[in-house]
């Protein structure tokens, strides 16, 4: 070693050439790395080795951060999964129309007016309601056939259209069913249509006056009969029911307490010969219970029991009395 430090800096020289020499080894592996040619460690070998060659296989096929996706698609089956299972659909299906909803009103498609035409007995809010609108319905995702559908399924509403008037407008129109009658059977009483529907299984006050049916069958042939009725209109004012029978015939019970048994075919004649025996004779007044028209040719009556008697006795004191000695 000189004095002048020879030594000195070729130490130092070979030493940054080791440095230099390390740092470009190991660039080289991270390149070999990155292009996928290198040749697998012992470490990496034996790595492999002890995984199940389907895992290894899935490693060599799979896209990168594959493994990331078929994790998450996972996690999503298993949620869905869950939901299902746990009965919370139509709470989350809730959440997400109410949060889409949400936005939808936030730039402008909320509902600010409802126009409705031709509702009588269901008030607005029953309506509304009945197509499943409230406060949260955006007009941008509201399914105009769903809710004409949903209106129509109910009994009072015949017919509906729904229109949807951006930005903001829904205009709905009804055609409502009529009551027409009141339906008893089994004791259960509700209110129906002209064509048999049932409109509610209750009767508010309103509905009392409406003429009464009975029996199963009845609803749907109430409104022939009716208006056959109607053309006696003394005999129909005196009805209090008609009673449908076997589900061929009908009978009219009086509010005198008098029951008409009608036949099955022409119902027409006998209610026309009933009428005009009436008034020739009062029948209707009289002191009897049951009327039996079933037979064409005949009329039939029962008399009270108070009659009967009377009758009998009648009948008794007319008869001739036996002479002494007459056998």
Known sequence: MDGGGRLSRSV??????????????????????????????????????????????????????????????????????????????????TVLSDARNAAANAVGFRITAVGISGRKQLTQDEILAIGGINGRSSLLFLDAAAVRDRLKADPWIADATVQKLYPGRLQIDITERS????????????????????????VARRFTSLPLVVGKGAAPRAKAFLELLAQYPDLKAATRAAVFIGERRWNLHLASGLD????????????????????????LSRDITAIDMRLPDRLTVRLSEDAAKAHDELVKDKKPKRKAGEA
């Open 179 to 202: 009551a027409y009658a009141l339906w008893q059977q089994d004791g259960r009483l509700a209110v129906i249509a002209d064509d048999g529907t049932v409109l509610q299984p209750y």
């Open 12 to 93: 130092g020289t070979r030493q940054k050439s080791g440095q230099a020499s390390k740092a470009a080894s190991a660039l080289s592996r991270l390149r070999i790395r990155a292009s996928g040619d290198r040749n697998p460690s012992p470490d990496d070998s034996y790595h492999s080795e002890s995984r199940h060659p389907l895992i290894v296989l899935l490693e060599q096929r799979l896209p990168r951060r594959g493994g990331t996706a078929a994790t998450v698609v996972v996690l999503i089956g298993a949620l869905t999964l869950g939901v299902v299972k746990g009965g919370h659909t139509n709470e989350v299906m």
């Open 260 to 283: 008409i048994r009608l036949p099955e075919e022409g119902v027409a004649k006998a209610l026309t010969s009933l009428t005009q025996l009436d008034k020739s004779d009062n029948l």
